[in-house]
């Protein structure tokens, strides 16, 4: 059972380079999240997917788009990426009211 | 201010000994709360969740949540070096995503 699985695990952009995180879960959760996690910092919500079909903006939104393409899968875009968007990205899944589980996480750097 | 306090830390206790993190939030309609553990360069772990009231014992770990006070704690008994990590404190209200505090680092020593 691999839970909540996050590709790339690194990764280095040029500044305006376009890329995508791509995050699957086996669990059967309905809700899919993305999170971004700078130095010294708890994790900041980007967007969330309650559910196949819905995706709502979190806390810091701004220069990423996403797709819940199916109940697996949830992925995240940067369309133009730029150096403040340098951190440690990690998806997580929970079904109900159940807690969070996350991936092992994307670290990007951009340059 | 922030919605969820942490201290940054770091805590440093002795190897044996009882670590008290501590978490204070500003949303009252907050219904679950939860304490993750993230080693360095890792993801974070749950350690434990509790939703009502007074206190909640996991093995070593006990969770305490007081909503009159928008407080909820975690106490660690018995402290080892493999604890040593930095304990996030997370709450939600009903389906909505977590929102984390920053956490605290805890540094036990041997």
């Known amino acids: 059972n691999a839970g909540v699985t996050q590709t790339p695990k690194f990764q280095v952009l040029k500044t305006g380079q376009s890329m995508t995180l791509q995050c699957a879960q086996d669990m059967n959760h309905n809700s899919m999240y993305w999170y971004r996690q700078d130095p010294g910092m708890g994790l900041r919500l980007i967007y969330y997917?309650?559910?196949?079909?819905?995706?709502d903006k979190g806390e810091v939104p701004n220069g990423y788009n996403v797709s819940r393409l199916n109940k697996r899968e949830f992925s995240l875009r940067l369309e133009s990426a730029a150096p403040s968007q340098t951190s440690v990205y990690f998806c997580?899944?929970?079904?109900?009211?159940?807690?969070?589980?996350f991936g092992d996480g994307t670290r990007l750097s951009i340059l | 201010q922030k919605e969820v306090e942490q201290n940054s830390g770091p805590l440093s206790v002795p190897e044996g000994a009882i670590a008290s993190l501590n978490c204070t939030y500003s949303?009252?309609?907050?219904?679950?709360f939860f304490w993750y553990r993230q080693y360095s360069g890792k993801s974070p772990e749950l350690i434990m969740f509790i939703y009502s009231n007074g206190d909640k014992e996991d093995g070593r770990f006990t969770a305490q949540l007081n909503k009159a006070s928008q407080y909820v704690s975690l106490l660690i008994r018995d402290s080892q070096p493999s604890d040593s990590a930095t304990y996030l404190c997370?709450?939600?209200?009903?389906?909505?995503?977590?929102?984390f505090g920053s956490g605290t680092r805890l540094q036990v020593q041997p």
């Open positions: 997580a899944s929970s079904g109900g009211n159940q807690p969070q589980h």
């Open positions: 997370a709450v939600t209200a009903g389906r909505r995503a977590l929102t």
């Open positions: 949303d009252r309609g907050s219904q679950s």
């Open positions: 997917s309650a559910s196949e079909g819905t995706t």
